[in-house]
């Protein structure tokens, strides 16, 4: 018989294990801090403020809890907005999800899971701080955003534990009433 070691957990773990509950840290309205990270599906840098002025955007704040318990199938909500992604798209949106990955977890997360729509790097989860997501069990929580073309913050969807996540069909409402 073979005992099975599991792989040490990292700093990312540890960076986020004290709990911290959301909040809506810009009022409606205003705009939400800008932010540059690396896009893994594209392999580039994009920076959020390049959007005001041309379209509005939806940013996805993705909860990935550690890259040694990684497995695709945990991340249905993930491969739904991809789904969704072109539909996003018609309605002249563009889509960010942000993940507290690094760039290598990154990209077996695009590849695994077939993903066309950006995928940001954030291993430190300095995005997922400036914009309050809250954070508990060694990740930080989920959170959709949604801000017009002129890059003001028009909804928000903040984790609690009967709604993860905002439905996907609220987010396209909210761009079709921008």
């Known amino acids: 018989m073979s005992l099975t070691v599991p792989p040490p957990i990292g700093a990312p773990f540890w960076r986020f294990w004290l709990p911290q509950p959301p909040r809506l ?14 896009d893994v599906t594209h392999q580039r840098t994009v ?13 996805f704040f993705h909860r990935v809890v550690a890259d040694v318990v990684y497995r695709p199938e945990q991340y249905a909500y993930l491969g739904s907005i991809n789904q969704a992604y072109p539909q996003f798209r018609d309605v002249g949106a563009e889509v960010l999800v942000v993940t507290n990955t690094v760039e290598r977890q990154g990209q077996t997360m695009v590849d695994d899971l077939g993903l066309t729509l950006p995928l940001l790097s954030d291993p430190m989860g300095a995005t997922f701080r400036a914009y309050s997501t809250g954070q508990a069990l ?5 959170a959709q955003f949604v ?12 984790c609690s534990l009967l709604h993860p996540n905002a439905p996907l069909e609220t987010l396209l409402e909210v761009l079709e009433r921008l």
């Open 147 to 158: 801000l017009d073309a002129q890059g003001r913050l028009r909804y928000g969807h903040l």
């Open 25 to 38: 840290a810009c009022p409606l309205g205003q705009i939400p801090p800008d932010f540059a990270l690396r």
């Open 138 to 142: 060694g990740a930080p929580l989920p």
């Open 47 to 59: 920076r959020l403020a390049n959007w005001r002025g041309k379209q509005p955007v939806v940013l």
